[in-house]
């Protein structure tokens, strides 16, 4: 029996190499590697963002082709992190398609806030992130919104230098 665990994400950036990490794959009987002929159980799916070449390797064979190595926890976490990241981005991508005008005065606020004093919060970006982060459910996004809308941005702009 071939068992095999694959873990699939958003690709993320290995270092400031072309190359991202779209998988890590665990197989009991083992694959082989695409840069040498060694048969491994634990690879990386790597894609070259520039050329869209994707290759299978281990560890040994990633830092060889990226120049990077990565520990199989450091792995996990770049695929948990771009996960993360891919999903914020489509929670926020459904609330602005739920609501243009919040989602379009929020993006305006926290592009263009300056900050009153050292260490005051920007409030659009805090705004989004909680959005995004799911600390105001989807439930709860009209009113926030509403709220945002007349009371945060009547203070922002009551605060602004």
Known sequence: MNATTVT???AALIGTSAWKLT?????SEGQRCDH??????????LTNTETGQTMTVGRGCCKKVTGWSL??????????HARQQERQARVWAEFTAAHPEIA???EADAASWRPAWTGQANLAAHFRWQISRGAISRVGWRDQGARY???VRQQQAALAP
């Open 36 to 45: 040498c002929p060694r048969t491994l159980k634990n690879l990386y799916d």
């Open 149 to 151: 809308m007349s009371e």
């Open 8 to 10: 699939t994400a958003s």
């Open 71 to 80: 520990t199989t926890a450091e792995a996990r976490r770049l695929l948990n």
């Open 104 to 106: 379009a005065a929020v």
């Open 23 to 27: 998988g890590i794959r665990s197989t």
